[in-house]
Nanobody, 115 residues
Framework: QLQLVESGGGLVQSGGSLRLSCAAS????????RGWYRQGPGKQRELVAT???????KYADSVKGRFTISRDNVKDTWYLQMNSLKPEDTAVYYC?????????WGKGTLVTVSS
């Protein structure tokens, strides 16, 4: 079992920055994939960024060059640094972790970008 808790969401103006955090507890030593997803108003949930245990990262085209995913191995926390935010980044952001093909989700944190 794995529990994920996101934090760091909020209201920010266009062009601003936020850093999201995802703290994991439980079977943390079995995690082999970590990531961030988001679901905007009236949209389906979509991949934002992922990082493997080996440090390989992957980003959605819409956030490349603006968002950075990173992890703290000691705390088993991973982050999403979001810069140059746009109104279209407004969404509930969810962290995600995979263990042997089973994926766990946090409850989400709301990011609102005003124009």
């Amino acid at each position: 079992q794995l529990q994920l808790v996101e934090s760091g969401g909020g209201l920010v103006q266009s062009g601003g920055s936020l850093r999201l955090s995802c703290a994991a507890s439980g079977s943390i030593f079995s995690i082999n994939a970590r990531g961030w997803y988001r679901q905007g108003p009236g949209k389906q949930r979509e991949l934002v960024a992922t990082v493997t245990s080996g440090g390989f990262t992957k980003y959605a085209d819409s956030v490349k060059g603006r968002f950075t995913i990173s992890r703290d191995n000691v705390k088993d926390t991973w982050y999403l640094q979001m810069n140059s935010l746009k109104p279209e980044d407004t969404a509930v952001y969810y962290c995600n972790a995979g263990i042997a093909g089973i994926y766990y989700w946090g409850k989400g944190t709301l990011v609102t970008v005003s124009s």
